[in-house]
């Protein structure tokens, strides 16, 4: 896949995910999240994908969408699947709760028919 292909189809990828992270979460309390490891698992897995489609975004189309913190949605990914006995739950919560929403805003313009 050329790389202009990939960067048209990662963002949607990106924001699939974000999407995912956040349905796992309708109705969820941090006391509920804690204590499920499924809801757990769903939401580290969705910000994995997240995290693994935004490594595979060029460095130009990057460069090009500053609005995006892609250096730490990948680093973010990075903990998920090499520091995993590293997690801080509560960061996990707070980055599925309160930054993904904006992380969403910022994608859509990027995904054809996505824009609000």
């Known amino acids: 896949m050329r790389p202009e292909e990939r960067d048209a189809a990662l963002p949607w990828d990106m ?21 499920d490891r499924r809801v757990q ?12 489609a ?21 680093g973010q990914r990075n903990v ?11 960061r996990i919560w707070r980055v599925a709760t309160e930054r993904l929403p904006g992380l969403i805003r910022s994608l859509e313009p990027l995904v054809p028919g996505e824009s609000a």
């Open 80 to 90: 998920l699947a090499h520091e995993y006995g590293e997690i801080n739950p509560e």
């Open 54 to 74: 935004a490594h595979h975004v060029s460095a130009e189309f990057r460069a090009s969408h500053p609005e995006v913190p892609w250096s730490g949605i990948v």
């Open 15 to 35: 924001l699939d995910a974000a999407r995912a992270v956040q349905d796992f979460t309708v109705g969820v309390t941090f006391e509920v999240f804690v204590a």
């Open 41 to 52: 698992f769903a939401v580290e897995r969705g910000l994995e994908i997240l995290g693994e």
